[in-house]
T-cell receptor, first 111, second 114 residues
Framework: DTGVSQNPRHKITKRGQNVTFRCDPI?????LYWYRQTLGQGPEFLTY????????KSRLLSDRFSAERPKGSFSTLEIQRTEQGDSAMYLC?????????FGPGTRLTVT | DQQVKQNSPSLSVQEGRISILNCDYT??????FLWYKKYPAEGPTFLIS?????DKNEDGRFTVFLNKSAKHLSLHIVPSQPGDSAVYFC?????????????FGKGTHLIIQP
């Protein structure tokens, strides 16, 4: 299967800990996006990479959130000093043109 | 301010009939629209899209209609099948899905009754 993959699928962490999620996009896609989805809402755009360049990061929720895409391949999303309000599904998507293809998501639970 | 609105949280349709899901938007800069289908514990799956230069796009059982003057789009599924039961999200972009990402509605839960 050559779809978007995300790891881990589930993460339970204690408040104040740092967490990092990984996304592997579809190999020929140069665009990569991160979204957050909370219960009863649609996905909310966080940040965007074109190849290794992060072209949009103003929508990251706070300075505790950061993302990287070294060498323009996989990407990581890090949340520092997690809070209970960070509990959500974190989705990664990749695209070559207009249609974005999503991974299965990482469900984060902060206790 | 919600720029993409799906006003029906749920919709129940009999198997074999037509399902019509609606979506309204407020941002006149949106020029590309997409529909996604989502099952529980999975990521959204791309279904069909339409550019603002068109008013209709069809792919098998799925047709999307765009009314730019009304800032309204709809997804038609004919005939509806049990596997269509899922949450459907409408999404929009003003840069071809580039730097601004997609703006999503809250979704409509479609239930296909046997």
């Amino acid at each position: 299967d050559t779809g978007v993959s995300q790891n881990p699928r589930h993460k339970i962490t204690k408040r104040g800990q740092n967490v990092t999620f990984r996304c592997d996009p579809i190999s020929e896609h140069n665009r990569l996006y991160w979204y957050r989805q909370t219960l009863g809402q649609g996905p909310e755009f966080l940040t965007y990479f074109q190849n290794e360049a992060q072209l949009e990061k103003s929508r990251l929720l706070s300075d505790r959130f950061s993302a990287e895409r070294p060498k323009g391949s996989f990407s990581t999303l890090e949340i520092q000093r997690t809070e209970q309000g960070d509990s959500a599904m974190y989705l990664c998507a990749s695209s070559f043109r207009n249609e974005q293809y999503f991974g299965p998501g990482t469900r984060l639970t902060v206790t | 301010d919600q720029q993409v609105k799906q006003n029906s949280p749920s919709l129940s349709v009999q198997e074999g009939r037509i399902s019509i899901l609606n979506c309204d938007y407020t941002n006149s800069m949106f020029d590309y629209f997409l529909w996604y289908k989502k099952y529980p514990a999975e990521g959204p799956t791309f279904l069909i899209s339409i550019s603002s230069i068109k008013d209709k796009n069809e792919d098998g059982r799925f047709t999307v209609f765009l009314n730019k003057s009304a800032k309204h789009l709809s997804l038609h599924i004919v005939p509806s099948q049990p596997g269509d039961s899922a949450v459907y999200f409408c999404a929009a972009s003003d840069s071809g899905g580039g730097a601004d990402g997609l703006t999503f509605g809250k979704g409509t839960h479609l239930i296909i009754q046997p």
